[in-house]
Structure formats: structure tokens, C-alpha cells
């Protein structure tokens, strides 16, 4: 059965880099398109962006200046970094998975999420 | 810029209600709406997809109908257990888009 576990700092400081990490297990990260999707204390889901395994991106135009999504199919692990971040990017954070292959289709598998706090 | 919006934004019923959430996309999506259940310290939940289809393991008081830009949850007979924040989501290959969620509460 595929999991997903997000890994990174709990804590960055503002105007720094929000680096995460999301690793794939027990299936290949191949013919997926891959998400990143956060939530901010007491607000609703927001999508980031996704990379499929080949390398093709695409960001929620509201991040999109700020936002790299990358895969490294060696490590079955896809990373998110975030710049400039400000207490507006608090969140937990969480990387998910279509239930189809091919499609960006509906999230079937998600990490646990990690909680990410922008402050000094 | 897509928007979800959903209503209401939170809901108390009795158990064993028939109970309603809805969405509204504000282009057509055609049935390219997913429904998540939302426990607090726990993951997002897929209960239904392309609209109306129930996902494996999901209780079948639970159902899905809409089209375009209309689009209703509904859970036939209210249980304990589905306390929860229920959200909707347009998906297809340009983004994804969630709505702000229903927050749902036992009277």
C-alpha cells in the first residue's frame, strides 16, 4: 500500500525558504502527478502546485512566483520550496496523491501533514 | 480566477437528519468535483469523485449528485461519527481548487 510522509523544519524564519520533502513508499512515484497542499490554522485546504514524474510542473497562480516543485525518482521523493515566506505561509502541509495514474484527477492518498510555523 | 464556494459554512443537525452541503464553481467543471470528509488531526478523506461516484469503503448514506456549477453532498441519515469539516474540490489539468468548507456538528 503507497504512503506518503512529509519531512522538513518545523520552523522557518520570515523572508527565508520553506524547504519540504514528501516520500513515496511501498509504490513507484512513476506516471503520478504529485501535490502539494497546505491548510493554514482554522482556514480551508489550499492546492500548491504539482510535478509529474517526468518533471512538469504547475502552480497555483496565487504561489506561482514563489513556489518550486521538484522529483527525484531515484529517492521516489518529491520537494516543495516555498521563498519569502511570511506568517501568512503558517500551515500544515501536506503532499497528496491522485487515485489515477496519468490524471490530476482527486486525492486518494495523502501524507500525515507537517506543521510549518513562520516566525523569528 | 476559479472559485468553490460552498454553504453554509457550518451546520448542526440531529442525529439521524437528512443533512445538505453545497458548492458552486463559478465556471463549469462538468462533473470534475470531489467531496472530502475532515476530522480535526486526521487527513482529508475522499468520500465521492466525478461527482456522484462513491469511493470504496464509503458509507452508503453518503452521495453525490451536480453538473456544471451546482453541485450537493448529501448524507441520507446523520451519524456521530460523520462530525466533521466536508470539503469540495474542482479538479482537472489546469488546477485544483478546494472550497472553504462546511463544518458540521451534532445538535
Known amino acids: 500500500q503507497v504512503q506518503l510522509q512529509e519531512s522538513g523544519p518545523g520552523l522557518v524564519k520570515p523572508s527565508e525558504t520553506l524547504s519540504l520533502t514528501c516520500t513515496v513508499s511501498?509504490?513507484?512515484?512513476?506516471?503520478?502527478?504529485w501535490s502539494w497542499i497546505r491548510q493554514p490554522p482554522g482556514k480551508g485546504l489550499e492546492w500548491i502546485g504539482y510535478?509529474?514524474?517526468?518533471?512538469?510542473?504547475n502552480y497555483n497562480p496565487s504561489l506561482k512566483s514563489r513556489v518550486t516543485i521538484s522529483v527525484d525518482t531515484s529517492k521516489n521523493q518529491f520537494s516543495l520550496r516555498l521563498s519569502s515566506v511570511t506568517a501568512a505561509d503558517t500551515a500544515v502541509y501536506y503532499c497528496?496523491?491522485?487515485?489515477?495514474?496519468?490524471?490530476?484527477?482527486?486525492?486518494?492518498?495523502w501524507g500525515q501533514g507537517t506543521m510549518v510555523t513562520v516566525s523569528s | 480566477d476559479m472559485q468553490m464556494t460552498q454553504s453554509p459554512s457550518s451546520l448542526s443537525a440531529s442525529v439521524g437528519d437528512r443533512v445538505t452541503i453545497t458548492c458552486r464553481a463559478s465556471?463549469?467543471?462538468?462533473?470534475?468535483l470531489a467531496w472530502y470528509q475532515h476530522k480535526p488531526g486526521t487527513v482529508p478523506k475522499l468520500l465521492i469523485y466525478a461527482a456522484s461516484t462513491l469511493q470504496s469503503g464509503v458509507p452508503s448514506r453518503f452521495s453525490g449528485s451536480g453538473s456544471g456549477t451546482d453541485f450537493t453532498l448529501t448524507i441520507s441519515s446523520l451519524q456521530p461519527e460523520d462530525v466533521a469539516t466536508y470539503f469540495c474540490?474542482?479538479?482537472?489539468?489546469?488546477?485544483?481548487?478546494f472550497g472553504q468548507g462546511t463544518k458540521l456538528e451534532i445538535k
Open positions: 465556471q463549469g467543471i462538468s462533473n470534475h
Open positions: 511501498g509504490g513507484s512515484i512513476s506516471s503520478y502527478y
Open positions: 497528496g496523491r491522485p487515485m489515477l495514474r496519468e490524471l490530476p484527477g482527486p486525492f486518494d492518498i
Open positions: 474540490q474542482k479538479y482537472n489539468s489546469a488546477s485544483y481548487t
Open positions: 510535478i509529474y514524474h517526468d518533471g512538469s510542473t
